[in-house]
């Protein structure tokens, strides 16, 4: 288990690294806290998690991230993309979003994302929800279209609206974008 947390955890600093500069001005990027409070809405559970300081990744917080972003359906725990954690902090800092930031969906196990797809047509079936890589959240009190376009102009990744759902997804794959 070490090995593996230690492997991944350099790469998420790497990928956190190259991440970096679509969040924060370079000079800030090394030196500043990064940190979020979020709050599930399934689960109602909430956490408020300082991820990175002193130029690194904290692998404590980590493990809290990846427990919280886990499957609620099945319990299963995978880790998390840090660099989707540093696009959602972001989007926060853009914004000056103080409050907790609602998630809806982090980490999607192959049986859940199978259930969804029966019931959903805009489910995915390769999902980066199953890596670990995706994010669907809204902020309480901010206008669901100023967060998509804070999260556009990133240029870090994907960008979902869905507008009847009232959330934002946010993923590490290829900038792209689309709504609803």
Not at 85 to 93: A, R
Not at 110 to 116: F, S, V, Y
Request: charged letters at 25%.
């Amino acid at each position: 288990m070490a090995d593996m947390l230690g492997s991944l955890s350099r790469r998420a600093v790497l990928g956190g690294l190259m991440a970096a500069p679509f969040i924060l001005r370079p000079a800030e990027a090394a030196s500043r806290a990064r940190g979020l409070a979020m709050k599930n809405l399934h689960t109602n559970e909430t956490i408020a998690a300082t991820y990175w300081r002193n130029g690194k990744y904290d692998k404590g917080a980590w493990k809290e991230i990846n427990h919280f972003l886990r499957d609620w359906r099945t319990d299963d725990v995978v880790p998390i993309d840090l660099r989707t954690v540093d696009i959602l902090h972001g989007i926060c800092d853009r914004l000056g979003a103080s409050r907790k930031v609602e998630i809806l969906c982090g980490y999607r196990s192959p049986k859940t994302n199978a259930m969804l797809r029966r019931n959903s047509s805009g489910v995915a079936k390769k999902s980066l929800h199953l890596q670990g890589r995706a994010i669907d959240f809204r902020i309480p009190g901010q206008n669901l279209h100023k967060v998509h376009r804070a999260a556009l102009a990133l240029e870090a990744g994907g960008v979902g609206l869905y507008s009847r759902s009232n959330f934002i997804h946010i993923d590490t794959g290829p900038v792209r974008n689309w709504g609803r």
